[in-house]
């Protein structure tokens, strides 16, 4: 399964950033006038307004490839939404541009199953699979990263194990501020909830 954004960060990316006090790295969103903004809390707001956007895998402009970006991430637009009629990126956002009201955001979504063995054997398949993946992470590494070269999932994974072992998720001050408001406005959460693992 991949399970990702065409853009060259996700909105979340950009609300964890704001949780953190942290500015958004250049390169990663654009604004009207061609700027490369890093303003987080401001970039959230203009996002809603279409003040600022995302920019594309590849990032902005042509020098990394974000015209490539910007094509694949056409196409899966026009997978996730024109292919059934729903509404595009634009009509996105959560909110009525127009009278700043919050809306449901009915996000389009598109999947494909392969049946591998019309094509070749599974276990065939499985091999070749695993050759590759052998193959890129014994590629030549970049001497001052981290001396490993990850494929897909395995970040994650290991950030799991090791958050196990750790005891949880480690939770921003901001976000857990956001938690205890919410429960506060809504007696179920406060039954379910009484007193979160992070309230000592």
């Not at 996730?80 to 009509?91: E, F, I, K, R």
């Not at 996105?92 to 919050?102: S, W």
């Not at 590759?132 to 970049?142: Q, Y």
């Not at 949880?168 to 501020?177: D, E, F, S, V, Y």
Request: hydrophobic share 35%.
């Amino acid at each position: 399964v991949l399970d990702c954004a065409t853009s060259i960060c996700q909105r979340g990316k950009i609300e964890q950033y704001a949780r953190e006090g942290k500015p958004t790295p250049a390169g990663q969103v654009v604004d009207r006038q061609g700027r490369e903004r890093t303003d987080t809390d401001q970039i959230l707001l203009d996002l809603v307004t279409g003040e600022c956007a995302l920019a594309p895998l590849g990032g902005v402009g042509t020098e990394l490839g974000g015209y490539k970006g910007y094509g694949y991430a056409t196409v899966v637009e026009i997978l996730s939404s024109a292919l059934q009629s729903g509404n595009t990126s634009p009509d996105l956002v959560g909110v009525d541009r127009e009278t700043g009201k919050k809306i449901p955001m009915p996000l389009g979504h598109w999947f494909i199953a392969i049946d591998i063995t019309r094509f070749l054997p599974l276990e065939e398949f499985k091999t070749n699979v695993g050759v590759l993946l052998k193959r890129l992470r014994e590629s030549a590494k970049d001497p001052t990263g981290p001396g490993r070269i990850y494929t897909a999932g395995e970040i994650e994974y290991d950030i799991g194990e090791q958050r196990k072992t750790d005891g949880g998720i480690p939770l921003p001050r901001a976000l857990q501020k956001d938690m205890v408001d919410l429960r506060a406005k809504s007696a179920a959460l406060q039954s379910k909830y009484p007193k979160f693992p992070f309230e000592t």
